[in-house]
T-cell receptor
Framework: GDSVTQMEGPVTLSEEAFLTINCTYT??????LFWYVQYPGEGLQLLLK?????DKGSNKGFEATYRKETTSFHLEKGSVQVSDSAVYFC???????????FGAGTRLFVKA | NAGVTQTPKFRILKIGQSMTLQCTQD?????MYWYRQDPGMGLKLIYY???????DKGEVPNGYNVSRSTTEDFPLRLELAAPSQTSVYFC?????????????FGPGTRLLVL
């Protein structure tokens, strides 16, 4: 079945460092891909998405490009802030279109 | 708009007790979902609904029941609580189903079964 694999955390960075969180997926067809973020004590919220190959999703300085050839959707940010500390989930919509498959999440800590 | 609201925020249950987790959305979304999130894990889909009167099982439905009598409400029922149901439960909704659509999440209900 469809699945999402993320790099294990936690990831600890200093403020203004470059961030990459790896995400790869297995799916039949061409799923839509998402990054969600969960701040402490809150529910998930959409960070960015891409619905077809070579699309780039971006928001709040974060970017991810839908790479069909490598089945990847890595999250990047050029300069992280303390306020970016959160858990980041990579996800895809399954080919039936009703269900979102989530990765296990990657916790990010940013130190001042 | 309040978005997706969930009650209660936190609950402790004894083994064998029952309870209902409430979920309400005010965005007129057709699709609603219940997930559980175990520590260090992603979200697993328990049940979902594509509209009032229609529900279907997700990945981990055992021990739970749902109903959808209105567009706004999607309660989750635990009949005989077990320690394995200790988790954080999230309700979510989306306008027209998951395909390409953002899901909007509630703040979660933390449940502890002792």
């Amino acid at each position: 079945g469809d699945s999402v694999t993320q790099m294990e955390g936690p990831v600890t960075l200093s403020e203004e460092a470059f961030l990459t969180i790896n995400c790869t997926y297995t799916a039949t067809g061409y799923p839509s891909l998402f990054w969600y973020v969960q701040y402490p004590g809150e529910g998930l919220q959409l960070l960015l998405k891409a619905t077809k190959a070579d699309d780039k999703g971006s928001n709040k300085g974060f970017e991810a490009t839908y790479r069909k050839e490598t089945t990847s959707f890595h999250l990047e940010k050029g300069s992280v802030q303390v306020s970016d500390s959160a858990v980041y989930f990579c996800a895809l919509i399954d080919t039936g279109g009703f269900k979102t498959i989530f990765g296990a999440g990657t916790r990010l800590f940013v130190k001042a | 708009n309040a978005g997706v609201t969930q009650t209660p925020k936190f609950r402790i249950l004894k083994i064998g007790q029952s309870m209902t987790l409430q979920c309400t959305q005010d965005m007129n979304h057709n699709y609603m979902y219940w997930y559980r999130q175990d520590p260090g894990m992603g979200l697993k889909l328990i049940y979902y609904s594509v509209g009032a009167g229609i529900t279907d099982k997700g990945e981990v439905p055992n021990g739970y029941n749902v109903s959808r009598s209105t567009t706004e409400d999607f309660p989750l029922r635990l009949e005989l609580a077990a320690p394995s149901q200790t988790s954080v439960y999230f309700c979510a909704s989306s306008p027209q189903g998951a395909l390409g659509e953002t899901q909007y999440f509630g703040p979660g209900t933390r449940l502890l079964v002792l």
